[in-house]
């Protein structure tokens, strides 16, 4: 079965929000409580989210009606500027 762009889109933004807000403190958790490092996991963890990041952007510009126009997209690169910057420091 394949997936509409919009039926994609509609199982990764609730995705995104939820790893976002309840993610990193399960994989901190985890870590904590398997008595590791907590350094690798959470490097891993915002690469992941990076990525599936990239992929919804990148499957809202090609559709049409583009969510992103203009001044957005200065926004948006500093967001994503801000969020590598983090992930290559660590």
Do not use: Q
Not at 80 to 90: G, I, S, T, V
């Amino acid at each position: 079965m394949k997936l509409s762009k919009e039926d994609l889109l509609g199982i990764l933004y609730p995705l995104i929000l939820v790893l976002t807000l309840a993610g990193y403190p399960v994989v901190s958790s985890l870590t904590t409580l398997a008595g590791v490092d907590s350094s690798a996991p959470a490097i891993l963890f915002r690469a992941i989210i990076f990525c599936v990041s990239v992929w919804m952007f990148l499957l809202i510009n090609g559709m049409k009606g583009r969510l992103f126009t203009g001044h957005t997209w200065y926004l948006i690169a500093i967001l994503w500027a801000m969020l590598l910057a983090r992930l290559f420091y660590d």
